[in-house]
């Protein structure tokens, strides 16, 4: 199994602002995965990230809006940059390990 | 374009009461299937993963069928019970992961 921390848990913020979400993993996976849902839909992936690299962004995902960092094989971050009311969602990182998919605990974002 | 849809969208039933949760998917080149449980506000967990070469999987109440030819997969849940109340999400695994939009499931003590 692979055991995912993601900090901070929920945050209430103002338009127009940035908030920076964490993912941490207890041991070392070559890609890390970002994922929004919004409210009452299912999961959308939002971009791969890969240590060394730039992260590859899906459909409707552009960096300017949600960088991401990966500084080492444990740990990245995404940035929901500029931030409006439509960006209310949670946000779940995560990994695969033996073909299992696991996922952090989920960051819960409100934009005011 | 592969499409994951997941009937019914939400189900209510009395504790104790066998159920089946349906997962169906419009192409079958997948790797694998997984079932997830997320509860509200919560991440997801992880509850069963069907190799494609694999028809079912089982964990102690739960067990995952799977039929590739067909596009479907279903989870049984037996001797339902209130905390099994939650959303269950079917994911298709071809060249990425492909989610369903889940079944909410309410138990009734």
């Known amino acids: 199994s692979a055991v995912i921390s993601q900090k901070p848990s929920r945050d209430i913020c103002q338009r127009g602002t940035s908030l920076t979400i964490q993912c941490q993993v207890d041991s070392q996976v070559t890609m890390m995965f970002w994922y929004r849902q919004q409210p009452g839909q299912s999961l959308t992936l939002i971009a791969t990230a890969n240590q060394g690299s730039e992260a590859t962004y899906e459909s409707g995902f552009v960096i300017d809006k949600f960088p991401i960092s990966r500084p080492n094989l444990t740990f990245s971050t995404l940035t929901v940059s500029n931030m409006s009311p439509e960006d209310s969602s949670i946000y779940l990182c995560?990994?695969?390990?033996?073909?299992?998919?696991?996922f952090g605990p989920g960051t819960r974002l409100l934009v005011l | 374009k592969q499409e994951v849809t997941q009937i019914p969208a939400a189900l209510s039933v009395p504790e104790g009461e066998n159920l089946v949760l349906n997962c169906s998917f419009t192409?079958?080149?997948?790797?694998?299937l997984q079932w997830f449980r997320q509860d509200p506000g919560k991440g997801l967990t992880s509850l069963l993963l069907i190799q494609s070469s694999q028809r079912e999987q089982t964990s102690g109440r739960l067990n995952a069928s799977l039929d590739k030819s067909s596009g479907r997969s279903t989870l049984y849940i037996a001797a339902s019970q209130p905390g099994d109340s939650a959303t269950y999400l079917c994911a298709v695994v071809d060249d990425k992961i492909i989610f369903g939009k889940g079944t909410r499931l309410h138990i009734l003590p």
């Open positions: 192409d079958s080149a997948i790797y694998n």
């Open positions: 995560s990994v695969g390990r033996q073909e299992t998919q696991y």
